[in-house]
Nanobody
Framework: VQLVESGGGLVQAGGSLRLSCATS????????MGWYRQAPGKQREMVAR???????NYTDSVKGRFTISTDNAKNTVYLQMNSLNPEDTAVYYC???????????WGQGTQVTVSS
């Protein structure tokens, strides 16, 4: 299983970025696809996830600014990030989860840096 993120970079506060995560080698039924982030000195946190019934969850700090979506035909998950602020600076990781606890896969991460 491979997850390859793209779309990170440096942006000014108030700007937008769109992250993509292309998956391959998926051999199981996907339960969740999502994005997590980890800022320096902080624990990794869930940013947004989409469940196989179509429902979505967002951490409170990104509600109304970030949107998660998927292209099921391509097994790709996106994260549209608008109104970025410096507190959004982190390494963003793509995650895919299956029906068993051991079916959890991560991408390598993509850096998002928001300058003030």
């Amino acid at each position: 299983v491979q997850l390859v993120e793209s779309g990170g970079g440096l942006v000014q506060a108030g700007g937008s970025l769109r992250l993509s995560c292309a998956t391959s080698g998926i051999f199981f039924s996907i339960d969740t696809m999502g994005w997590y982030r980890q800022a320096p000195g902080k624990q990794r946190e869930m940013v947004a996830r989409i469940i196989n019934d179509g429902s979505t969850n967002y951490t409170d700090s990104v509600k109304g600014r970030f949107t998660i979506s998927t292209d099921n035909a391509k097994n790709t998950v996106y994260l549209q990030m608008n109104s970025l602020n410096p507190e959004d600076t982190a390494v963003y990781y793509c995650h895919v989860g299956g029906p068993s606890d051991w079916l959890k896969y991560w991408g390598q991460g993509t850096q998002v840096t928001v300058s003030s």
